[in-house]
């Protein structure tokens, strides 16, 4: 599957100093000879057609970068990840380089270890020794790396505001390395792009609360049903065929004073159809930095409640979301 919205960038002359720090963001690497075949067997993607990238490249196509989750026995998404793999220059093995939400990245590194066994695969969070830092664009350029060994980048799909498209890149590098900015603006107009984009990121509020479909990661090219097995593998595939989801990821929006308890990922949504049963949750939250006192949400919602509207926010009592539309077709189930 092909990363749906996803331009090549252009090559560019914009440096490290123009990039963000994303404290909320994490990195694995799993390398080894057995590391490709490893991940093939533990993720609901597949990562055996992964373009390498050598550095200082940034993996820039739909065929050098993966969207793909972590299941649990029950098809529950444990984690959500970005991969792109890099050609090292100490061996022949590639680096496999996983992206992901920084508060569960030890978990899941850890987790991952526990079906090594007899796998020549080495799995290493790096999260607190490396910096990753985001740059976004609306003309399509991409960055220069400092590091030919120890930077790695990867291009995420792009997000369409307003009519114009903005590019986003993911780069990690080493604390000696970092060169980037601190800057609220920019950290806030990255979270926004990221929410605005409805690919959603596992957070460890929001860990084994869905089937990769409530949350829509089918239609946004993070599952692959023609691979091999996976931990919960059979749940995915028989929601797929059984037309058996009756939720699914919403983009949705408040306006007025930001609460971020209030809108913090994993608050439940509630509908006045059903007020003592939650009809969702927060998946993703950020103010928008464009438009003053309004808020951008992706929800997990049923969507029997999404029809009827009238969605409420932490409580039956809470203030109505009002719901805005996807930026990508939903694949038939």
């Given at each position: 599957?092909t990363?749906?919205?996803q331009?090549?960038?252009?090559?560019?002359?914009?440096s490290?100093?123009?990039?963000t720090p994303?404290?909320?963001?994490?990195?694995?690497?799993v390398?080894?000879?057995?590391?490709?075949s490893?991940?093939?067997?533990?993720?609901?993607?597949t990562v055996?057609?992964?373009?390498p990238?050598?550095?200082?490249?940034?993996?820039?196509?739909?065929g050098s970068v993966?969207?793909?989750?972590?299941?649990?026995?029950?098809?529950?998404?444990?984690?959500?990840?970005?991969i792109?793999?890099?050609?090292?220059?100490?061996?022949?093995?590639?680096?496999f380089?996983?992206?992901?939400?920084?508060?569960?990245?030890?978990s899941?590194?850890?987790?991952?270890s526990?079906f090594?066994?007899?796998?020549?695969?080495?799995?290493?969070?790096?999260?607190?020794?490396?910096?990753?830092s985001?740059?976004?664009?609306?003309?399509?350029?991409?960055?220069?790396?400092?590091?030919?060994?120890?930077?790695?980048?990867?291009?995420?799909?792009?997000v369409?505001?307003r009519g114009?498209?903005?590019?986003r890149?993911l780069?990690?590098?080493k604390?000696?390395?970092?060169?980037?900015?601190?800057?609220t603006?920019?950290l806030m107009?990255?979270?926004?792009?990221?929410?605005?984009?409805?690919?959603?990121?596992?957070?460890?509020?929001t860990?084994?609360?869905?089937v990769?479909?409530?949350?829509n990661f089918?239609?946004?090219?993070?599952?692959?049903?023609?691979?091999?097995c996976?931990p919960?593998?059979?749940?995915?595939?028989r929601?797929q065929?059984?037309?058996v989801i009756?939720?699914?990821l919403?983009?949705?929006?408040?306006?007025?004073?930001?609460?971020a308890a209030?809108?913090?990922?994993g608050v439940?949504?509630?509908h006045?159809?059903d007020?003592?049963?939650?009809a969702?949750m927060v998946?993703?939250?950020a103010?928008?930095p464009?438009?003053?006192?309004?808020?951008?949400?992706q929800i997990?919602?049923?969507?029997?409640?999404?029809?009827?509207?009238?969605?409420?926010?932490g409580?039956?009592?809470?203030p109505?979301?009002?719901?805005?539309?996807?930026p990508?077709?939903?694949?038939?189930?």
């Amino acid at each position: 599957m092909t990363i749906p919205s996803q331009n090549t960038p252009t090559a560019g002359k914009t440096s490290l100093s123009g990039l963000t720090p994303l404290p909320q963001w994490g990195l694995i690497l799993v390398q080894g000879s057995d590391a490709k075949s490893f991940l093939q067997n533990q993720l609901t993607n597949t990562v055996m057609g992964i373009e390498p990238t050598t550095p200082p490249s940034i993996a820039q196509t739909p065929g050098s970068v993966r969207l793909a989750g972590y299941c649990n026995a029950k098809g529950r998404l444990m984690a959500s990840t970005w991969i792109a793999s890099y050609q090292s220059t100490h061996s022949d093995d590639l680096i496999f380089a996983l992206f992901l939400s920084k508060d569960i990245a030890a978990s899941f590194a850890k987790r991952l270890s526990m079906f090594v066994l007899r796998s020549k695969v080495s799995i290493q969070d790096v999260s607190d020794q490396w910096i990753i830092s985001g740059c976004y664009s609306n003309t399509h350029e991409i960055p220069e790396l400092n590091n030919t060994e120890e930077d790695f980048g990867l291009h995420l799909p792009d997000v369409l505001v307003r009519g114009e498209a903005y590019s986003r890149i993911l780069l990690a590098h080493k604390s000696s390395n970092a060169n980037s900015n601190e800057s609220t603006n920019m950290l806030m107009q990255w979270n926004s792009l990221e929410v605005l984009s409805a690919i959603p990121r596992i957070v460890l509020a929001t860990q084994e609360q869905f089937v990769p479909q409530m949350i829509n990661f089918e239609s946004v090219a993070g599952v692959d049903f023609k691979k091999g097995c996976y931990p919960g593998q059979e749940i995915v595939a028989r929601s797929q065929y059984r037309g058996v989801i009756k939720r699914r990821l919403q983009l949705a929006h408040l306006e007025g004073t930001y609460d971020a308890a209030l809108s913090a990922p994993g608050v439940e949504l509630f509908h006045k159809d059903d007020p003592m049963q939650p009809a969702g949750m927060v998946v993703l939250s950020a103010p928008n930095p464009q438009i003053a006192g309004r808020v951008d949400f992706q929800i997990e919602c049923k969507l029997e409640a999404l029809e009827h509207r009238e969605i409420h926010l932490g409580s039956i009592d809470g203030p109505v979301l009002k719901i805005d539309t996807l930026p990508y077709p939903l694949l038939e189930i």
